[in-house]
């Protein structure tokens, strides 16, 4: 077999790197005792741009910061004879809100996928969570070092068990017999060792050593603490050797200075060896319980000290039937008894230290390398196995459920506010007619499918919004204050075309007398606008309500006529912009690009017109080679858009683009009857669920809402309302779309 190993890699200092190189090397002395050639190579993640000085080992680097690395780096995986690649993860060396940058290039690798979790958390926050579940379902297995973290993530992470092998962190070979030998060798044969080591940060809760030490090093002044290891490099970055200088001035204060020394280095292995084998007890102070493997522990247990801890996760597992002893966190004076007594009775102490080493022997790096080579073993059986995500069957009842809870929290007696900061609405910006034209179109066509007692509700208070927003004229002001005033005269053009589309639907479709009446009142005024839009945006929405206006009274011949001017009118539009290269109706593709085709295919329902047809097919073919990557959509950002004879932007990617997509698709199989239509519909809605550049889901399980946007490196967490009526539109067309078709749709 040949392993990838994507990871930290010495000489960077990082307890990850150390674990890797010993997990290589452990596989090393298996593969000696196989047949045939085997071998392991690293892809090293560089926290600097300049990187290490690597060993021959590290074929390919990614830096920390560069989306295309990771690429790059899955591309060199790919073509490079790998058997399987092993991720070890760590939230804090990939780049990205939370290491997102990571995704991707699991998403394109080609080889078996096992993932070994350095960290599992109990309280994920929401990208941590969706992280961790893209991860689990790009893994073909999964190793953890503790049961506790089997659990999380059966439990909270939806992984299947069968994907997850359960292997203990493994430890050097230690000679428990050398312990005098190493004690002398570092001059502390008449004193009791007492010793903690790791990169150095306020978490360890090292104070809560120093604060035992007084009445300890009173009556057994024999007693030297070792503070072994460098401050974390970020804790150094952000704020230099704040900690470790506060701990010197404890000490000093607690007159226990002369008991304490501090090694300021990351030590090499060897070094480590011999300090732990020198040691006689070993403590982990931290000071929470969020901790599922700790590699320090591990090494303490290996060489047989006498290991004290608070109770985080791991402790309480590995310390279990008598192996070590468990102390409440900050408890300074309970940790001081523990150590008077150790030190009275010498003999409690020596049966800690061997029941400690004896566990270690069955955790020794070989053994454990034989593990993971028959968890690498079920992992290229399982990859031949997996079906493609291409041949799977679309189940939408596999979808969330189409609920209407986020909606109904940005919602007062007034109507939708525009913005939320998260998911709680934002009053600051008050209301706007896009959003409560959008809300009473997604309400409607949610009434007009099932029924839905609260969608009729909303409608209502929407249908108020719009109508108080009506000018005498027939057009409408946009911005509403949250403290009840008009914030503009006249809104956009879009903001026109929005309200006209759910005013024709509603027309179409109409929940009771009442709502037709109204909306179709409405309506005919503002048919003298119509001809007078020169927005092609406000013209496309206009559109789409026209047709359904017109599936009402297909015998209205003026409406017929206007629908036709408006339709060429986008037509002309195209014609004036396109060359042999673009193909889009201005020189710019912007935001809400997908309804401008689709309009044309809701057009053509209603006018049977093959230039229409025609032009849609083209915009659209266009919009699909820009927006189509691999098998998912990259939808343009609007940080920059998409200029023509420019670069396109993929930063700041709106839901509202991927719903236009959508309807898009769903219009264009209604049009033509080709079935690869939808199944476009459907890649472009599961943008919302991590098919996306970021493999990331927009769509938030918990509160129902949708995030605003996904940006370079993360999310926008903010959940306003066109962000969640855009999944909302988009999910009912979806479901309206399988439910008409009956069809199964591979993806």
């Known amino acids: 077999m040949k392993f990838a190993f994507i990871s930290t890699y010495k000489p960077r200092e990082c307890g990850i790197a150390t674990f890797t190189g010993n997990q290589i090397k452990a596989l090393e002395k298996n593969f000696a005792e196989m047949p045939g050639n085997h071998s392991s190579y690293v892809i090293a993640m560089n926290d600097r741009d300049e990187g290490y000085n690597y060993p021959d080992i590290v074929k390919f680097t990614i830096r920390e910061n560069h989306q295309r690395d990771y690429l790059k780096a899955a591309d060199f995986i790919n073509y490079n004879d790998t058997d399987v690649c092993v991720l070890e993860h760590e939230f804090g060396i990939f780049g990205g809100d939370r290491g997102v940058y990571i995704l991707p290039l699991l998403h394109r690798l080609k080889v078996p996928l096992i993932v070994v979790f350095h960290t599992v958390l109990k309280e994920p926050t929401f990208s941590e969570k969706a992280i961790i579940k893209e991860i689990g379902r790009s893994a073909d297995m999964i190793v953890v070092m503790s049961k506790m973290a089997v659990n999380f993530l059966e439990t909270i992470y939806d992984i299947p068990s069968e994907k997850i092998a359960m292997i203990e962190h493994g430890i050097p070979d230690f000679d428990f017999s050398r312990h005098d030998y190493f004690k002398k060798l570092y001059h502390f044969e008449d004193k009791k060792v007492l010793m903690t080591f790791g990169l150095i940060s306020s978490g360890k809760g090292i104070e809560t050593v120093i604060k035992a030490l007084p009445p300890v090093v009173k009556k057994h002044p024999e007693l030297v603490y070792l503070i072994v290891g460098k401050t974390h490099p970020t804790v150094l970055r952000q704020s230099g050797e704040e900690y470790r200088n506060y701990l010197k001035r404890l000490a000093k204060k607690l007159k226990v200075s002369n008991n304490i020394v501090f090694i300021d280095n990351f030590l090499n292995e060897n ?72 030190l009275d009775h010498p003999e409690k102490m020596e049966q800690y230290r061997q029941k400690a080493f004896l566990h270690g022997l069955t955790t020794k790096w070989p053994l454990l390398g034989k593990k993971f080579i028959d968890v690498a073993q079920d992992a290229i059986e399982k990859a031949k196995t997996k079906i493609p995500e291409k041949e799977k069957i679309i189940d939408p009842t596999l979808f969330p459920r189409f609920d209407l809870t986020h909606i109904r929290r940005l919602t007062d007696s007034t109507g939708i506010v525009q913005h939320a900061r998260f998911n709680i609405p934002d009053y600051t910006h008050g209301y706007c007619l896009d959003d409560n034209a959008r809300a009473l179109l997604v309400m409607a066509k949610a009434y007009h499918r099932k029924k839905e007692s609260k969608a009729l509700d909303l409608m209502s208070t929407y249908f108020a919004y719009v109508n108080y927003m009506l000018r005498h004229d027939g057009w409408f002001r946009n911005f509403f204050s949250y403290d009840h005033h008009y914030l503009d005269e006249k809104g956009s053009e879009d903001a026109f075309g929005r309200t006209v589309w759910a005013l024709g639907f509603i027309i179409l479709n109409p929940p009771n007398d009442a709502f037709f009446q109204i909306a179709l009142n409405i309506f005919r005024k503002t048919i003298p606008h119509f001809e007078k839009l020169q927005s092609i945006r406000g013209i496309a929405n206009t559109i789409i309500g026209i047709t359904y206006y017109l599936e009402k009274f297909p015998f209205d011949e003026g409406m017929r006529i206007i629908l036709q001017k408006l339709s060429y009118q986008l037509i002309d539009e195209y014609n004036k912009n396109k060359d042999a290269d673009w193909q ?77 997509m959508v309807i898009m698709y769903k219009k264009a199989y209604d049009a033509t009857k080709q079935e690869s239509y939808l199944h476009k519909m459907f890649t472009s809605f599961m943008w919302f669920f991590g098919e996306n550049d970021l493999r990331v889901p927009l769509f938030d399980y918990e509160t129902k809402g949708c995030n605003d946007g996904l940006g370079h490196d993360g999310l926008n967490r903010n959940q306003g309302a066109e962000s969640s009526l855009a999944y909302l539109l988009a999910h009912l067309t979806v479901l309206t779309a399988f439910e008409k078709e009956k069809v199964n749709i591979k993806k």
């Not at 929470?288 to 591990?298: C, H, P």
């Not at 912007?590 to 025609?614: H, S, T, V």
Request: aromatic share 12%; with cysteine.
């Open 271 to 342: 070094d480590l060896c011999e300090y732990l084998s020198a040691t006689d007890m070993y403590v982990t102070p931290y000071v929470n319980e969020a901790q599922i493997t700790s590699g320090t522990l591990s090494y303490a247990i290996g060489a047989g000290a006498c290991v004290i801890s608070t109770p985080y996760w791991h402790a309480q597992e590995l310390l279990s039937d008598g192996r070590g002893i468990l102390f409440d966190f900050g408890d300074h004076e309970g940790l001081s008894e523990i150590l008077l007594d150790l």
């Open 584 to 660: 889009w109706f201005e020189p710019i593709l912007a935001y809400d690009n997908g309804i401008l085709p689709a309009a044309l295919f809701y057009a053509y329902e209603r006018l049977e017109d093959e230039k229409i047809l025609e032009t849609g097919k083209k915009t659209m073919e266009f919009l699909d080679h820009v927006c189509f990557i691999d098998d998912h959509i990259s939808i343009i950002g609007n940080k920059n858009w998409y200029k023509k004879g420019g670069e396109r932007s993929r930063s700041s990617q709106q839901p509202i683009d991927a719903m236009a």
